[in-house]
T-cell receptor
């Protein structure tokens, strides 16, 4: 299995909702990433997990809460989001943290009403 | 500060014509360079990477890129473009050390004319 999967593909939520995004990989990769991509812009790194520990938080607001329950799974819990948080959320994984290529999932298109 | 510049926001080529997408980077240490492609509403697919060694690297889908340290460039090329190559192309540099942080260029939109 050489792919990163993400669910759901699309998500619409209100500003008071709580929802979660899920990412899964079965390539044995030990580093996983969350990126946010606004329309017509490049992806921006949000979080890095290495060996199931949070290694980097790019000053992301606390309404985004990442979780790595095991080495294959990465979640992003969402609460009290703002309309400007609407974007494509991409998950990626790599063999290890550091000099390795990152493999991206198809993304979750999030709309906050 | 580290940065990646893709000078061309939008490029249109005819099907069957050759393609070159430009990428310039600003980075003090040894650059680890990537090209990714993104179709509308999709994730990013890795086309090729340069870590070290031969400066001409081959990738998937018939793409190649050449690393030129003297020009701080990593341009992507394809000898004959297919309509299915229409997409957004991102050049990226990976910061060294244990960061895992990719710095992306702003992207180049490729349109292919029949």
């Amino acid at each position: 299995d050489t792919e990163v999967t993400q669910t759901p593909k699309h998500l619409v939520m209100g500003m008071t909702n709580k929802k979660s995004l899920k990412c899964e990989q079965h390539m044995g990769h030990r580093a996983m990433y969350w990126y946010k991509q606004k329309a017509k812009k490049p992806p921006e790194l949000m979080f890095v997990y290495s060996y199931e520990k949070l290694s980097i938080n790019e000053s992301v607001p606390s309404r985004f809460s990442p979780e790595c329950p095991n080495s294959s799974l990465l979640n992003l819990h969402l609460h009290a989001l703002q309309p400007e948080d609407s974007a494509l959320y991409l998950c990626a994984s790599s063999q290890d943290w550091g000099v390795n290529e990152q493999f991206f999932g198809p993304g979750t298109r999030l709309t906050v009403l | 500060a580290q940065s990646v510049t893709q000078p061309d926001i939008h490029i249109t080529v005819s099907e069957g014509a050759s393609l070159e997408l430009r990428c310039n980077y600003s980075y003090g240490a040894t650059p680890y360079l990537f090209w990714y492609v993104q179709s509308p509403g999709q994730g990013l697919q890795l086309l090729l990477k340069y870590f070290s060694g031969d400066t001409l690297v081959q990738g998937i889908k018939g793409f190649e890129a050449e690393f030129k340290r003297s020009q701080s460039s990593f341009n992507l090329r394809k000898p004959s473009v297919h309509w299915s190559d229409a997409a957004e192309y991102f050049c990226a540099v990976l910061l060294s050390g244990n960061t895992g942080k990719l710095i992306f260029g702003q992207g180049t939109t490729l349109q292919v004319k029949p």
